[in-house]
C-alpha cells in the first residue's frame, strides 16, 4: 500500500532552520504525483505551506523566501527547507501527496520553535 513517511522535526531556536523529508513508499509513480506540505498549529486549520508539481512550485506568502521545497524523483521523497525560522512557525508539518483521485496524507512532523 502507498503511504508517507515524514521526518526531520525537531525544536529549533528562532532563526535557525529545518529540512523536513517525505518518502512515498511503495511507488513507482512518485513523479506523476502533486506533492505538498501542510501544517496544523493547536486550535488552528490546517493550511498549505508549498507544493511541487513537477518542478513547478507554489508557496504561501508566509513561506516565500524563506521555505524551500524540493523533490527527488529517484529516492521518492520531496523535502521542505526552512529557513528563518520565527516561533509562528511552530505546528504539525503534514506531507499530502496527489495523483487523480488519490490523496495521501503523513502523520505528521512536529515543529517546534523556541528559545
Given at each position: 500500500?502507498?503511504?508517507l513517511?515524514?521526518?526531520?522535526?525537531?525544536?529549533?531556536?528562532?532563526?535557525?532552520?529545518?529540512?523536513?523529508?517525505?518518502?512515498?513508499?511503495?511507488?513507482?509513480?512518485?513523479?506523476?504525483?502533486?506533492?505538498?506540505?501542510?501544517?496544523?498549529?493547536?486550535?488552528?486549520?490546517?493550511?498549505?505551506v508549498?507544493?511541487?508539481?513537477?518542478?513547478?512550485?507554489?508557496?504561501?506568502?508566509?513561506?516565500?523566501?524563506?521555505?524551500?521545497?524540493?523533490?527527488?524523483?529517484?529516492?521518492?521523497?520531496?523535502?521542505?527547507?526552512?529557513?528563518?525560522?520565527?516561533?509562528?512557525?511552530?505546528?504539525?508539518?503534514?506531507?499530502?501527496?496527489?495523483?487523480g483521485?488519490?490523496?495521501?496524507?503523513?502523520?505528521?512532523?512536529?515543529?517546534?520553535?523556541?528559545?
Amino acid at each position: 500500500q502507498v503511504q508517507l513517511e515524514e521526518s526531520g522535526g525537531g525544536l529549533v531556536q528562532p532563526g535557525g532552520s529545518l529540512r523536513l523529508s517525505c518518502v512515498l513508499q511503495r511507488t513507482l509513480f512518485f513523479r506523476l504525483y502533486t506533492m505538498a506540505w501542510y501544517r496544523q498549529a493547536p486550535g488552528k486549520q490546517r493550511e498549505l505551506v508549498a507544493s511541487i508539481a513537477g518542478d513547478i512550485t507554489n508557496y504561501a506568502d508566509f513561506a516565500k523566501g524563506r521555505f524551500t521545497i524540493s523533490r527527488d524523483n529517484a529516492q521518492n521523497t520531496v523535502y521542505l527547507q526552512m529557513n528563518s525560522l520565527i516561533p509562528e512557525d511552530a505546528a504539525r508539518y503534514f506531507c499530502n501527496a496527489e495523483r487523480g483521485a488519490s490523496v495521501l496524507w503523513g502523520q505528521g512532523t512536529q515543529v517546534t520553535v523556541s528559545s
